[in-house]
């Protein structure tokens, strides 16, 4: 399968299953490996930026695990700070 072939194939399922398809161009070098976080904003980049290996993205949820997992402890206190 060529690679417009398969750009048509995972348009179409795409399509049919709902999703919005959004062709973009990423700003990396032809032999680039390794991970972009992309702000799309109404089908239009806003701001993309290439992760270095050791920058982890994560949910305050995900954070949080990570941070336990580390032997990080969770606390609370009041609005007075007691």
Do not use: K, W, Y
Request: proline share 4%; aromatic share 6%.
């Amino acid at each position: 399968m060529t690679n417009e072939e398969l750009a048509l194939f995972n348009h179409m399922n795409a399509t049919a299953a709902g999703r919005c398809v959004c062709p973009i161009e990423l700003l990396v070098a032809p032999d680039f490996t390794g991970r972009v976080i992309v702000h799309m904003q109404g089908g239009q980049v806003l701001f993309q930026e290439r992760l270095l290996p050791n920058v982890r993205v994560a949910t305050l949820e995900g954070f949080i695990q990570l941070a336990t997992e580390a032997g990080f402890m969770r606390s609370t206190t009041d609005e007075e700070g007691e």
